[in-house]
């Protein structure tokens, strides 16, 4: 009957969400209809206040002690709300922001207030030795940037210093990039054309991107494995075939223990080809072949219709794939966390993420980690900024 | 400047015949439009001169020389696309200098041929632009400027107004008749459009399920339509057919329907009695359909009919008439002064009517 005890949670916790968003929306429905009454302000701002001093009582958020303080901050904020619906909002667009309102909640709670924690922890000292302390008395002391001072000056791991992975985290992300947009455009080009079984080989080469990464990225390793794996089983085939090959210092390679850096790349590479192959695909058929016909009278050879015609026409929908290559390889954790094994495996192959995520939760340096976290943010979002600017600057050009 | 021979083109993907021998010889200095209806494989000819489609079977000519396995860019020909075809990311000037700098050609060279190009077109003021800044009459113009600056033997035009609204069409349409004057180069223009095919040819080849109809000047093709499908296809309005079969009463020959006996005279229609019992179409232009009770010279006798639907078109005015189970389209002077249902009788003028058989649909008359 475990089953059925289950499926009773579910339903329970689907019936909880339920409430919630009905509570969101009478609460918005409250405000966008009555916002002219006399008794209005008076009103929402004894109730609600109250209504979620009881409700985080029943909960167990707060204790007894510290409610007062608690009841103040939402009749604060109760009131603001008040006069933003009555002098601003005065009950115009009522449905768009009712349908707006749950994802709204959700994306606070889910990504506004872990970020807003982050920062204020970025700015303190959470570590082991001060977690106690500060569950017991909810005092954490104060240290100012010392936090983000300490990410440029001392090493998130026990041998890497931060320059150093930055340096090996842009290297990871450019090589892999790289490859993924020219392998990608390379099969793309290949599957453009009129071939038989066309769509059995785009379903083969989607695989990787299709499979969850936690399994792809095991099973690759596996095949890296020095003996086992099929790249070693093959390189030594080839080196007992071709001696001269092996001659010349070709043969079976400790993958993961010597090169570790280079065989996450591998498999990174691997798994990241498919999602440019597809948005390239989509960009090359989306080109009219008209171009193609001019350009075939006007005499271009076909290397100069990839160059004069094919890339600058698909780099409107290149840029962005490009822009979320480069984020998610810079973030990707995945590959490297799989492939080096977790805490105590290699510090040779890790980037700034996976350091983090080393720094956090296997030596515990929280503030830290939070300070480390939002320079790594800082610096992705302006590789972003950089990456759509350069886009608006192209796409004005047409 | 060179003449093109197609030698009994055809053309097929896999079963579907789309062309189906076609011969024709074009002339040096000659503007050759080729008109059918969607689907009849003009665009698939134009594309074959052009070298952008395989010939199944036959021979193209260019100048004398067998263009069958020249590549489209040795074929000494230009090509104005339906869409354009603008290279949406280069100038104006780019896209029109873009042959030219794949034939490294010196740059001054290329410079002065798109300036010469832009100031026949007046284009010269949007040299800098993009094609996504221009009109579709502008982005016309840079497509035939395109073709221009390359000084081909050849213009090859595939249904180039056909994107433009109607009075950019028209305007565009005069430009394209100036610049034959001013290029007198040999141009083949595939077009629907039977008006653009009438006013801009200096002869016409009509084209249908991938066989040539009819060739000739538009004045041939229009007087003298071969067959049915370009009676009906040429002209406008479309010419009106009456359906029937040839009797002869002693000496006279009549075309007789349910509801319409009508006499054939001899000039028409000569060794009357020998057709006698053939079933045939008669075809007369709405032009040659008069309306009012008046004898006239060669004409018939007058037909009673019901005004059904008037159409004014400012100086003329269509009348659609009934005459019978018979359904008659007349053109003539505006204003005609009769409300719909009312009686009008109507005469036919034997001068201009074409006499095809039902079954062949060729032509049988003179």
Not at chain 1, 204 to 211: H, N, Q, R, Y
Not at chain 2, 50 to 70: C, K, Q, R, S, Y
Not at chain 2, 154 to 172: I, T
Not at chain 2, 212 to 227: A, H, S
Request: with cysteine.
């Amino acid at each position: 009957m475990d089953i059925l005890y289950s499926i009773y949670e579910v339903l329970w916790f689907v019936l909880i969400v339920a409430a919630g968003i009905a509570a969101i929306e009478g609460y918005f429905y409250y405000h966008f209809k009555l916002h002219d009454r006399k008794w209005f302000m008076a009103v929402s701002a004894v109730f609600f206040p109250l209504a979620a001093v009881l409700l985080c009582r029943y909960v167990g958020l707060v204790q007894g002690a510290g409610s007062g303080e608690l009841w103040a901050w939402f009749f604060i904020t109760q009131v603001i709300i008040n006069l933003f619906f009555k002098h601003i909002i005065k009950g115009r667009f009522s449905l768009p922001y009712m349908l707006l309102a749950p994802a709204f909640v959700g994306l606070a709670l889910l990504l506004v207030y872990p970020f807003v924690f982050q920062i204020y922890l970025s700015f303190h000292d959470l570590k082991l030795t001060t977690i106690m302390a500060w569950k017991n008395t909810g005092h954490l002391p104060f240290v100012g940037i010392q936090q983000y001072i300490n990410v440029f000056t001392t090493s998130p791991l026990s041998e890497v210093s931060f320059w150093a992975l930055l340096l090996r985290t842009v290297w990871w992300t450019f090589i892999n990039v790289f490859f993924h947009v020219t392998g990608g455009f390379a099969l793309a080009l290949l599957l453009n054309n009129n071939i038989r079984f066309k769509g059995i080989y785009r379903t083969l080469l989607v695989i990787p991107w299709a499979m969850p990464q936690v399994v792809a990225v095991l099973a690759m390793r596996g095949e890296f494995h020095s003996q086992y794996g099929f790249v070693n089983i093959m390189l030594g085939k080839l080196a007992v075939a071709f001696p001269a090959l092996a001659a010349m210092g070709f043969g079976p390679v400790q993958w993961l223990s010597d090169h570790p850096l280079a065989t996450c790349t591998l498999i990174n590479i691997w798994l990241g080809i498919p999602f440019m192959m597809v948005v390239i695909l989509g960009g090359l058929q989306s080109i009219s072949s008209s171009y193609y016909d001019a350009a075939d009278i006007d005499g271009a050879s076909y290397f100069q219709k990839l160059r004069y015609i094919t890339v600058p026409l698909i780099r409107p929908v290149l840029m962005p794939a490009v822009t979320l290559g480069t984020v998610w390889t810079f973030n990707n954790i995945n590959v490297i966390y799989l492939v080096t094994g977790q805490s105590g495996g290699t510090e040779r192959a890790d980037i700034l993420v996976s350091a983090l995520y080393k720094a956090a939760f296997t030596y515990n340096r929280y503030s830290y980690s939070a300070a480390f976290a939002i320079v790594i943010f800082a610096i992705l979002f302006f590789i972003s900024v950089f990456y759509l600017k350069t886009f608006d600057a192209a796409k004005d050009e047409r | 400047m060179a003449d093109v021979k197609f030698l009994k083109v055809t053309k097929k993907f896999n079963e579907n015949v789309i062309l189906n021998g076609v011969s024709v010889e074009i002339k040096d200095h000659e503007f050759v439009v080729i008109v059918g209806p969607s689907g009849c494989g003009k665009t698939t000819l134009l594309r074959m001169l052009a070298g952008l489609e395989e010939i199944t079977a036959g021979d193209i000519h260019i100048d004398n020389i067998l263009v069958n396995n020249i590549h489209p860019s040795k074929r000494q020909i230009a090509m104005v696309f339906q869409d354009y075809a603008l290279y949406p990311h280069m100038t104006v000037e780019e896209n029109m200098s873009f042959a030219l700098r794949l034939m490294k050609m010196d740059k001054r060279e290329i410079s002065a041929r798109v300036h010469e190009a832009a100031a026949i077109l007046q284009l010269t003021k949007l040299l800098k632009r993009m094609p996504k800044q221009l009109s579709g009459g502008q982005r016309q113009r840079v497509a035939i400027g395109r073709a221009i600056v390359r000084k081909p033997k050849v213009f090859l035009f595939d249904e180039p107004l056909s994107n433009l609204d109607a009075k950019l069409r028209e305007e565009m349409r005069v430009e394209i008749a100036k610049l034959y004057q001013r290029l007198n180069a040999t141009i083949i223009y595939v077009t629907h459009d039977q008006v653009e095919a009438m006013t801009l040819a200096g002869r016409i080849v009509v084209m249908n399920h991938g066989i040539i109809q009819q060739t000739g000047t538009p004045i041939e093709v229009y007087r003298k339509p071969d067959n049915l499908f370009v009676a009906g296809f040429i002209g406008s309005p479309t010419m009106n057919f009456l359906h029937g079969k040839l009797s002869a009463e002693g000496e006279k020959l009549f075309l007789k329907n349910d509801s319409l006996t009508l006499y054939i005279p001899p000039f028409l229609l000569a060794d009357g009695a020998r057709n006698a019992g053939r079933e045939v179409v008669l075809g007369i232009r709405p032009d040659d359909v008069l309306v009012g009770s008046g004898t006239r010279e060669n004409c018939s006798e007058k037909i009673e009919g019901v005004l059904e639907v008037s159409e004014l078109l400012g100086h003329r005015e269509n009348l659609y008439i009934k005459a019978g189970e018979n359904r008659v389209l007349a053109t003539v002077e505006a204003f005609f002064n009769q409300s719909p249902g009312s009686k009008v009788s109507v005469r036919f003028n034997y001068r201009n009517m074409h006499v095809f058989d039902k079954k062949t649909q060729q032509r049988i008359n003179n």
